[in-house]
């Protein structure tokens, strides 16, 4: 394994690990889904900004439309939802629960016969 895939990981696992921590300390101070709001619409904006810079094109058609309904179910619909959680929830539980989301994936994808069990 090379050093940039390491420090990668790392990074990854590090971020992804203060994740919860961090939002259940916004959502001491402002409402989750208020806090859900600022953090991605922060990161569209800067990630829009990066996309006009390097002069790439935003998706048409069909593209655009998935890209939407993706969009506002996985980030819009889904961190809300996990925004709201933390206020009750540990944000260990919460981690925990996240981190099973690839392992249901694969397990559902293997039940529907989408991919081979590997």
């Keep these: ?3 940039t895939t390491l420090l990668a990981f790392i990074g990854v696992v ?13 959502n001491e ?6 806090g ?13 900004a990066i996309t006009a810079a390097r002069r790439i094109g935003l998706p048409r058609g069909t593209a655009l439309a998935g890209s939407l309904v993706y969009g ?26 996240l981190a099973v989301v690839p392992l249901a994936a ?5 039940a529907h016969r989408t ?3 590997r």
């Design 1 to 3: 394994m090379d050093r």
């Design 14 to 26: 590090v971020l992804g690990g203060l994740n919860g921590v961090g939002v259940a300390i916004v």
């Design 29 to 34: 101070g402002i409402a989750p889904v208020w």
């Design 36 to 48: 859900a709001a600022l953090r991605f619409g922060t990161a569209s904006a800067l990630l829009f």
């Design 72 to 97: 506002i179910l996985y980030f819009g619909i889904g961190f809300g939802l996990i925004h709201w959680a933390l206020v009750d929830a540990p944000p260990g539980m919460t981690q925990v629960v």
């Design 106 to 110: 694969l397990l559902l994808a293997v």
């Design 115 to 117: 991919e081979p069990f």
